[in-house]
């Protein structure tokens, strides 16, 4: 069975009497252990795409499946476990929080964590994760003390912090030069060898050359779905 | 989210933005100080009249001349020096209390009573060159027993004073210390209205009552003043009648009301029960009380207007941080709990400081112009209506977060 399942995923947005079909009818299933990339020009319903399959966001119709849930039935407690648990989200805008330092924002998804774990593993955990992606003795700076790649990076870390299956990443490199765009792929392509599913959106063709599978988007549908 | 992690995000954020957290709870401080030291003064003032009313006994009745239609409290009826006079609408002229009434009350009234007959009037005291004036009071040896004043120094009036019309005198403290600095002014000579009297005794100091203070008074033998000061023959201004069990004094003033009503032939006397006008004050002064911490209620009420302002400002600044946390796993009940302890942490805060204010404030500003009493359970309602503000005005920011969608959030700039 597949890791996840979209079919006929709908968003439509409504500004007064205009309707924007973001995405008109998607269907795709994504099994374990692939490496995807999304690929489509701006405003063709990427970031719409990946913010339903985080479960941010609520398609208008469809069903979605991840893992054993339906997605589209759930409550927000159960979502917010979801994203707590089962997908690690990583943004073109890093968004780590400005007050905390490296490792405090490693630490947040701890604290909505239902299951209890003992601080001293978490912190121990959120270290290891720290001097993965070599980041280690900066655990202290906080964001506006790092290089973009440095804070996606610190991302990254948070996303891998309760260990999910799934990782998606909206636009990672999408900020970054071609040497931090590189660091980021290397990662994502070192959690996909440990087993990690990884969906990933981006513009720039050679980094979406290194994905197993590329699946073309544009006004809204899938137009390509093709395996490296 | 537990607990702990919840009251250092809060603690944080409160710190991070410091001028502004102070300026929110200033309204609260202000509110909080407002209402305890506003009831402090109630409550004061409170205690103070009481005091000085129960000073006289709790059990004394006051019968005086003259019906009244109109009677708030007693206190002295010739005088109102004590600030609570009587009211003297509707006093039929030409009614009187006179000695013989008192006999015939004694000798039928059914429980125990002591009668205290007084009249007083105001004198001119003079030792050598030092003269003062103050008030002559003119009573019986039960006088000192139904007024609880004590004998520091020397003896009372006594009887045979009485009968004989001796000119011995008892003075209050304030005379004692006014005509004689340096020495004891028993067995002394002074001058009332330029006669000659021995001084017997010096009263107790009982600091300020009801009515006149015995401190500034002397004591004269009852059938001195008709002799020596003019007051009519036979004649009683203001009579204390103490009954000996305080439980049946309803049941006294009902005897004695009927057994003059038929010696009058109508009822043109007065009796004030001590115990009726202290529950009386108690409970106007409650009301006082209350609504003086009404007052203060509705600068917390601003106070609390200002939390909310500043929480919704608060949520809409953080509206990204609420979407990554949402984005990470947080539930709407996280978010919710977080800035509602951070709503009743400043309004905690602010009520400690507030409460802080207010005793220091009533303690060294206020108690200098009125007596004030901070009680704890005027601390106690601070600190729970503190905590109430918090939390009300705290809920509807906290729910504008709670509920925000995560995308949305996250878009926000
Ligand atoms: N909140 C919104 N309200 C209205 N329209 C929206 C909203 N979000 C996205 N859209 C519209 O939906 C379409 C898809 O937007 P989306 O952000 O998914 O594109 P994208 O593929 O991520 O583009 P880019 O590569 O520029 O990030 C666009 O036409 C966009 O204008
Ligand atoms: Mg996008």
Redo the contacts with the bound molecule.
């Keep these: 069975m597949s890791l996840i399942a979209f079919s006929d995923i709908r968003k439509v ?1 409504t ?1 007064g009497a205009v309707t ?1 079909d ?1 995405l008109a009818g998607v269907s795709f299933d994504i099994g374990e252990h692939e490496f995807v990339a999304i690929m ?10 990946m913010h339903i399959l985080g479960c941010l966001d609520a398609p208008t119709s469809g069903a979605y499946r991840l893992e054993d849930y339906d997605v589209s039935q759930l409550r927000s407690n159960d979502l917010a476990r979801i994203r707590n648990r089962d997908i690690g989200f990583v943004f073109q805008a890093y968004n780590l929080l400005p007050h905390l330092s490296a490792l405090e924002n490693v630490l947040l998804p701890c604290t909505y964590s239902t299951h209890a774990v003992s601080g001293r593993d978490e912190k121990a955990r959120a270290l290891e994760l720290l001097e993965r992606i070599g980041l280690k003795d900066r655990m202290y700076n906080r964001p506006v003390e790092m290089s973009g790649g440095e804070q996606q990076r610190v991302a990254i870390a948070r996303a891998l912090m309760m260990n999910p299956p799934v990782i998606l990443a ?2 990672p490199t999408g900020n970054l030069n071609s040497k931090g765009a590189r660091e980021i792929l290397d990662i994502m392509k070192e959690l996909h060898a440990d087993g990690k599913t990884i969906v990933y ?1 981006t ?1 720039d063709d050679t980094i979406g050359a290194e994905a197993e599978r590329v699946i073309r ?1 544009q006004d ?1 549908r899938v137009v390509a779905d093709e395996r490296n | 989210m537990d607990l702990r992690d919840s009251f250092r995000n809060a603690t944080r954020a409160i710190w991070a933005a410091k001028m502004r957290s102070f300026l929110t709870m200033l309204g609260i401080i202000i509110g909080i100080a407002a209402v305890v030291m506003l009831m402090a003064v109630g409550n004061g003032t409170k205690q103070s009249i009481l005091s000085r009313m129960q000073s006289s006994g709790s059990g004394n009745l006051y019968l005086t001349a003259g019906a009244r239609s109109n009677v708030l409290m007693g206190g002295n009826p010739e005088g109102g020096a004590g600030g609570f006079a009587a009211s003297r609408a509707g006093v039929s002229s030409g009614a009187e209390i006179t000695a013989q009434d008192l006999t015939y009350i004694e000798a039928r009234v059914t429980y125990s009573v002591v009668v205290s007959p007084t009249n007083q009037t105001n004198i001119t005291i003079k030792n050598g060159n030092t003269t003062m004036s103050g008030t002559g009071i003119f009573a019986t040896p039960t006088y000192f027993q139904v007024e609880n004043v004590t004998i520091a120094d020397g003896r009372m009036i006594s009887d045979g004073d009485v009968s004989n019309r001796t000119r011995n005198v008892v003075i209050g403290n304030t005379v004692q210390t006014t005509l004689f600095p340096n020495e004891s002014a028993v067995g002394q000579l002074i001058r009332i209205n330029g006669a000659s009297y021995k001084v017997v005794g010096v009263a107790a100091s009982k600091g300020e009552t009801v009515g006149s203070s015995v401190d500034t008074a002397i004591v004269l033998p009852f059938s001195v003043g008709e002799k020596s000061f003019g007051i009519a023959h036979n004649r009683v201004q203001r009579t204390t009648i103490e009954c000996v069990d305080p439980t049946q004094t309803k049941v006294v003033i009902a005897e004695i009301t009927d057994i003059l009503t038929l010696k009058h032939k109508k009822v043109d006397f007065t009796i004030q029960d001590v115990a009726a006008m202290t529950a009386l004050v108690t409970s106007s002064m409650t009301i006082l009380t209350t609504l003086l911490a009404a007052i203060g209620g509705l600068s917390l009420l601003v106070g609390g207007i200002g939390i909310m302002n500043i929480m919704l400002v608060s949520v809409t600044e953080r509206t990204r941080e609420i979407g990554i946390r949402k984005a990470l796993g947080a539930r709407e009940r996280d978010i919710l709990v977080q800035f509602l302890i951070e709503s009743s942490l400043l309004s905690i805060s602010g009520g400690i400081l507030g409460i802080v204010v207010s005793v220091l404030g009533s303690d060294f500003v206020v108690s200098r112009f009125t007596t004030t009493a901070v009680t704890g359970s005027s601390i106690l309602l601070a600190v729970g209506f503190s905590i109430a503000v918090g939390v009300f005005f705290g809920v509807y920011p906290a729910r504008t977060a709670a509920r925000l969608k995560p ?2 959030a996250l ?1 926000y700039e």
């Design positions: 947005y500004i924007i973001a489509g020009p701006s405003g063709s319903g990427k970031s719409t795409l909206d636009e959106v513009h988007i809204g | 995308v949305e878009r």
